[in-house]
């Protein structure tokens, strides 16, 4: 048995205390990270509020800026970051992870996310998180100096966890979101790690900023499971629209692939003006992640259908610029305003769990992993009493995601990113 276990898990006390420094320091780094993203998108939605023109003067100058300078100085740092993850798991090269994966990918990614949000983009930071804490945790790999695959892959791994766990103060489903997306090659044992190491990381953040609800505590709520079949058209509706937005993003990019500096320009402006147009018109509510108005629509605030169709074309846009982003909680603020629109609609069900099933509806049907859309949003607003509907309309809109566009955006990604390498 001792044979066994130190041929499958690291064995040495450095390894396990540079696991522990690496938690530590995601914690704290992510958690800055956040501060500073949440500070420039208050910023930007501040000075808009009071003129909205400075839209289309401040938008275009941030898009083309970090476009050209992310294209042609640190493509790594373009997108979300999450299939930068799934590319360095699935890559058997050294080199690539490490263009992939590191300290200076993580610097980059907090820069740039603060300058899109100073600039109006309407980009999470939740997924950014993922691609800093694996970044983070591979870093570190330097000091420990794992050389079995399945461990560098646990460790990457371990590293995305820990960044959704800070970011959306949801151990479960940072669990669950390294096993669905990024480690579903890893062996048991790797995941056994990956478990222990998610408990200890969600230990140091509660430790070090409280432990507090990302959203809200909406306990209070409840279904009655004889009343879930309602709920069948939401989780088609929410299907659909996720399964375009995929489509369509992946269409964009790779239509916008372009090797001439003018182009990359032209696009970035006319992107950058197409997304200050929504801010103007919104006045800046589409801007920034979408947290503040996903809040509002639980609170029992209408924004209206125009809410849900500009952030939903405002975050294409985005996406489709290739600037540094992240999908989970502009996915999340969309899906609100779905269930928020539709609820009039269940006269039998609070207007607030509508809102809780069209966000894992959406969510699930965008990044195509439902359990950890399940968990992400029942942590968040402490509702897991709701997880067995929860399942069922994820799922649901998950498959009819699949049947627009066959493979999960966040590995068309990785693909992309593998073939630019050259794996």
Known sequence: MRRYL??????????????LLASIASVIVITFFLEVSDYAQHSFKNLIG?????SFIITPIIFVGIVYVAKYYCHYVQGSGIPQLIAATDSRNKSIREQLLSFRIALGKIGFIFLGMLGGAPIGIEGPSIHIGGSIFYGFNRFIKLNRKFLIHALIAIGGSAGLIVAFNAPIAGFLFAYEEIGR?????ALILIAIMSGIVYLFAIMYRGDVNYLTNLSTYSLELTLVW??????ILAGVLGGLFSKSTLFLINKFITHS?????????????????????STGQVAGSGKDEVLLMLG????GLDFVVMKYFATLTSLASTIPGGLFMPSISIGAGIGSEVASFYTQIDTQVIIIMAMIAYLSAVIRAPLT????????TT????????LMIAFIANWISKQIFAQPIYEALADNYLKLTGK
């Open 373 to 380: 859309s399940v968990f992400v949003i029942l942590e968040m």
């Open 185 to 189: 090659k890893l062996k048991k044992q």
């Open 300 to 303: 029992g605030t209408d924004l």
């Open 230 to 235: 309602q709920l069948l058209p939401l989780a």
């Open 383 to 390: 509702t897991l009493h709701l997880l067995i509907p929860g």
């Open 50 to 54: 009071t003129d909205p023109y400075l």
């Open 261 to 281: 500096k003018l182009k990359v320009i032209t696009i970035a402006v006319v992107l950058g003006f197409i997304v200050a147009s929504f801010n103007y018109l």
């Open 6 to 19: 130190s041929h499958q898990f690291p064995n040495e006390i450095k390894t396990y205390a540079s696991l």
